[in-house]
């Protein structure tokens, strides 16, 4: 049996938890053959319960849907593919699935850059407000931008109390240095 990569078992656990590691399994051990969810799930289900610390929990790995979940969540991920064919005894879908780990390091670039703008669009909306909160309310969480705040004459709309100005300058070096660590992450699966 084919073992997954370290990297795709932690994006896979990541998406689903450990059925989809055990689907992903089940993926990569299937390349030169048709796979339906239900083959999928009765594979799963004769290789854990001869494991010994097969635990009663475990039964939610062995559903049907639980499977067929985890198969949808890989494909929005594009992680996995499939085709439909219609049984013409039952009118019924079936559906054949494979993987798609090949592209896991282009997902995954993409997924940092997507977060990386994220953060940078972040830091740009914290460098061009200036912020206010209530120092009166219990949850003083709650920030307005300038704009915000004017409009409602510095006073906070849940207790009436006076909206001061907010210093930002930590929230601003936490998106940089998050915004560095981004960069210095390698994505790569030798």
Request: aromatic fraction near 12%; charged fraction near 35%; hydrophobic fraction near 35%.
């Amino acid at each position: 049996m084919t073992e997954l990569d370290p990297l795709l078992q932690s994006f896979l656990y990541i998406i689903g938890g450990e059925i989809a590691i055990e689907v992903g399994k089940e993926l990569l051990n299937s390349v030169d053959e048709d796979i339906t969810d239900e083959d999928i799930t009765e594979n799963i289900k004769e290789r854990i319960k001869g494991q010994k610390d097969f635990e009663p929990n475990d039964e939610e790995i062995l559903k049907l849907n639980t499977v067929r979940k985890t198969l949808y969540k890989l494909y929005s991920e594009k992680l996995a593919q499939f085709r439909r064919i219609r049984d013409k005894s039952t009118g019924w879908f079936i559906y054949f699935w494979w993987h798609e780990f090949d592209l896991i390091e282009e997902i995954l670039l993409e997924k940092k850059n997507l977060l990386r703008q994220k953060l940078r669009d972040r830091l740009e909306y914290e460098r061009e407000n200036y912020f206010f909160a209530c120092e009166e309310c219990d949850d003083n969480n709650i920030k307005y931008p300038f704009s915000e705040a004017f409009e409602l004459n510095f006073r906070c709309p849940e207790c009436g109390g006076k909206l001061v100005a907010q210093e930002n300058q930590d929230i601003k070096e936490f998106l940089k240095e998050k915004i560095v660590q981004n960069k210095k992450i390698k994505l790569s699966i030798d």
